[in-house]
């Protein structure tokens, strides 16, 4: 199984409101990454978790938080977001391995979120 | 810092014409270099990754990219395009620690039937 799911694929939220997405992957993968992508843009990281912990958040702001509940999943609370926020939320997973053959990160499809 | 450029913002060819993306990094230490493919509506998806070794490395679907260090470049290739190539494609960039990808601005490529 070499699949990264998210959920939902689609998800619209006033700028009052809280949401959830929500990442798994059953490959035993230890690192585990959220990104945003803009149309046309390439991924922006936004955060990496390295056996569960937060190792690099790359100055987002307080209304994304990151949580990581066990090895399996990836979760990014969203609240008081702004129409800008609205974009494509990637998630990603890999191995934490010194192998370099197997150091390589897997998408998963996305959350397309729109903020109105 | 690591960073990637990519030549091209798009790039526009016709079916059986001969495929060459740009890509040059920037940074200090050993890297590991990939290709991703983002076909219109889909996700990333792997195309190739160059660690150590042969610098010619081939990928799925006939792609192949050089790495040459000199040039701190790893350009894909593909010889002959197909319609259903039409995609988004984004080089990056891992330095050989730390868990941190770098992603290149992207090049579209659209393939005229």
């Known amino acids: 199984d070499t699949e990264v799911t998210q959920t939902p694929k689609h998800l619209v939220m006033g700028m009052t409101n809280k949401k959830s997405l929500k990442c798994e992957q059953h490959?035993?993968?230890?690192?585990m990454y959220w990104y945003k992508q803009k149309a046309k843009k390439p991924p922006e990281l936004m955060f990496v978790y390295s056996y569960e912990k937060l190792s690099i958040n790359e100055s987002v702001p307080s209304r994304f938080s990151p949580e990581c509940p066990n090895s399996s999943l990836l979760n990014l609370h969203l609240h008081a977001l702004q129409p800008e926020d609205s974009a494509l939320y990637l998630c990603?997973?890999?191995?934490?391995?010194?192998?370099?053959?197997?150091?390589?990160?897997?998408f998963g499809p996305g959350t397309r979120l729109t903020v109105l | 810092a690591q960073s990637v450029s990519q030549h091209n913002h798009h790039v526009i060819l016709s079916e059986a014409a001969s495929l060459e993306l740009g890509c040059n990094y920037s940074y200090g230490g050993t890297v590991n270099l990939f290709w991703y493919v983002q076909y219109p509506g889909q996700h990333l998806q792997l195309l190739l990754k160059y660690f150590s070794g042969d610098p010619l490395v081939k990928g799925i679907k006939g792609f192949e990219a050089e790495f040459i260090k000199s040039k701190f470049s790893f350009n894909l290739r593909k010889p002959s395009v197909q319609w259903s190539d039409t995609a988004e494609y984004f080089c990056?960039?891992?330095?050989?620690?730390?868990?941190?990808?770098?992603f290149g601005p992207g090049t579209r490529l659209s393939v005229l039937p």
């Open positions: 990603a997973s890999k191995p934490l391995f010194q192998v370099q053959a197997t150091d390589t990160q897997y």
């Open positions: 490959m035993g993968h230890r690192a």
């Open positions: 990056a960039v891992k330095g050989d620690y730390g868990q941190n990808f770098v």
